[in-house]
């Protein structure tokens, strides 16, 4: 069964600092990535995905991942931080068919 | 496109009360999702639907949940009766069938008092 895991439940991140969110995912085949956003309740908005081809993704907003078979994983990078930044992020997996499996988030604080 | 739309954005109702969450998928948009998110459980996938049709609804936790799809464009899920336990906000999230992306709503935050 696919399953994902977003080891850290809070991050703290100082403005202008390096960010890496962790997402480690349990699947059979390859399976496709993505990364979400959630502001304060707002629904969720897709940041980037990875479904074959080049390991190194890039998204909306600045923001990074990069799919690594062997870790099973799918880290969440962004260079410099900005206060907007401030939001619940989620892992998801998903094959080729139909419902994603969602980590249970990292809520990601900026601080001046 | 306006995105999926999702009515109401909040519901306060008093337990044994029915509610009717309703969801407007992006048009042409075949795949439509309900997921419900709560601290406890993350986000949880409760039925979906392929072309109007429910194809899994092992998500949803119980009979007093049931979830209609009468036409593209529109789908509601009803609690009947609901329950201070089912209090957690409610996404419906949509997708076409030629790219494996999912577009959200804002969400329905319920409140079963």
């Known amino acids: 069964a696919q399953s994902v895991t977003q080891p850290d439940i809070h991050i703290t991140v100082s403005e202008g600092a390096s960010l890496e969110l962790r997402c480690n995912y349990s699947?059979?085949?390859?399976?496709?990535l993505f990364w979400y956003v959630q502001s304060p309740g707002q629904g969720l908005q897709l940041l980037l995905k990875y479904f074959s081809g080049d390991t190194l993704v890039q998204g909306i907003k600045g923001f990074e991942a990069e799919f690594k078979r062997s870790q099973s994983s799918f880290n969440l990078r962004k260079p410099s931080v900005h206060w907007s930044d401030a939001a619940e992020y989620f892992c998801?997996?998903?094959?080729?068919?139909?419902?994603?499996?969602f980590g249970k988030g990292t809520s990601l604080l900026v601080t001046p | 496109d306006a995105g999926v739309i999702q009515s109401p954005r909040h519901e306060v109702t008093e337990m044994g009360q029915e509610v009717t969450l309703r969801c407007k998928p992006i048009?042409?948009?075949?795949?439509l999702f309900w997921y419900r998110q709560t601290m406890m459980r993350g986000l949880e996938l409760l039925i979906y639907f392929n072309n109007n049709v429910p194809i899994d609804d092992s998500g949803m936790p119980e009979d007093r949940f049931s979830a209609k799809m009468p036409n593209a464009s529109f789908s509601t899920l009803k609690i009947q009766p609901s329950e201070p336990r089912d209090s957690a906000v409610y996404f419906c999230a949509s997708r076409g069938s030629a790219k494996n992306i999912q577009y959200f709503g804002a969400g329905t935050r319920l409140s079963v008092l």
């Open positions: 998801a997996v998903g094959n080729s068919g139909y419902a994603l499996n």
């Open positions: 699947y059979g085949a390859t399976p496709y």
């Open positions: 048009s042409g948009h075949d795949y």
